[in-house]
């Protein structure tokens, strides 16, 4: 499963490939980076792209009161409504961290998964989690909204490796929504 988290980047060719090569994939969005053109996010939702909540300012939930931890969240929800029309069901914690507030905080606003991920794709190399340095049934790839100003490359990039990466393993890229 691709997940793009943050929404820094808005690159409107990455959408054009991903509607070209069929490609589900599924954003984490977080508000202090996407607040900027929601008409692209619009516009993937429209397309069959799911958008989920990665907070209002990316901060580490564990390292936040529950109170904040429960405004970052349910704040980016109340967002997330306004600006793309539903309450998601699904958050990402920032950089993966989180403890049993933000899940309590994540429940109260109306969360019932919180994905984290399996593996990480960069235009240039593929991290994996685990030793073998292979994909597994099931894993969650995470990626950025990025582009050639922090990864010297484009989303475009870094698509063309993970299909290639996957395909040469053995694997298919499907929409995460789809499979909870």
Not at 33 to 55: I, K, L, P, W
Not at 56 to 62: K, S, Y
């Amino acid at each position: 499963f691709l997940t793009i988290d943050d929404g820094a980047d808005k690159d409107p060719r990455l959408l054009d490939m991903l509607r070209e090569l069929e490609v589900p994939v599924s954003g984490f969005l977080a508000d202090q980076v996407a607040r900027e053109n929601y008409d692209y996010f619009r516009q993937a939702q429209r397309e069959g792209y799911g958008m989920h909540n990665h907070s209002i300012n990316h901060r580490e939930m564990n390292r936040l009161t529950p109170a904040e931890q429960r405004a970052e969240i349910c704040g980016q929800q109340t967002i997330l409504e306004r600006e793309l029309g539903h309450r998601p069901v699904l958050f990402r914690p920032p950089y993966g961290a989180y403890d049993e507030n933000t899940l309590r905080a994540a429940a109260e606003c109306g969360i019932e998964v919180v994905p984290l991920w399996a593996a990480e794709a960069f235009p240039d190399r593929i991290e994996f989690g685990r030793p073998d340095q292979r994909f597994h049934p099931g894993d969650i790839v995470l990626t950025h909204f990025r582009g050639k100003r922090e990864w010297g490359a484009d989303m475009t990039d870094m698509v063309r490796r993970l299909l290639d990466t996957a395909t040469e393993q053995g694997f298919a890229v499907a929409r995460l929504e789809d499979y909870l």
